[in-house]
């Protein structure tokens, strides 16, 4: 099954609500969140199975890339382990930008998709995480 990788629209909002949701213990993205962000989704037979949603940290400046943050990843339940996240992943990365992002240090699945993708740890963010309280990995990629 090969994804519609697409900006989202306003009426995909509900839907990455409910994905977010079912992904996280602690979710706490709401409407005018996902609205802030460029954010795309995944589309398999007109149903969102996943979104990315990222933000330009830092411009391209004097011949240095650009730095973009990847603020949020999930993918239903039912699409996971089908290639969504990668390709929503590999969709971003083609962005010119040094990438960052931070993961849950027990999060060993994502750390692994995004090992898989070139990314690699960069730092440490104790206590970053709530419910439960949990170190953040920091790690970053760059594809220019």
């Not at 697409?6 to 979710?27: G, K, M």
């Not at 898989?116 to 206590?127: A, D, L």
Request: aromatic residues 8%.
């Amino acid at each position: 099954m090969s994804p519609v990788i697409r900006d989202a629209t306003v009426a995909d909002v509900a839907f990455l609500i409910e994905i977010e949701q079912q992904s996280f213990s602690n979710p706490n993205w709401d409407v005018h969140t996902f609205e802030k962000y460029a954010c795309i989704v995944a589309e398999i037979d007109g149903r969102v199975a996943g979104f990315v949603v990222s933000r330009e940290t830092a411009a391209a400046l004097g011949g240095a890339p650009a730095e973009r943050e990847i603020l949020n990843l999930a993918v239903a339940p039912e699409f996971r382990r089908s290639g969504i996240a990668t390709a929503l992943l590999n969709h971003e990365l083609t962005r010119e930008a040094i990438h960052f992002l931070e993961v849950r240090e027990s999060n060993i699945a994502a750390q692994a998709l995004y090992r898989k993708c070139g990314f690699v740890e960069v730092g440490r963010r104790p206590e970053y995480y709530e419910l439960p309280a949990e170190s953040a990995i920091v790690m970053r990629v760059r594809k220019c």
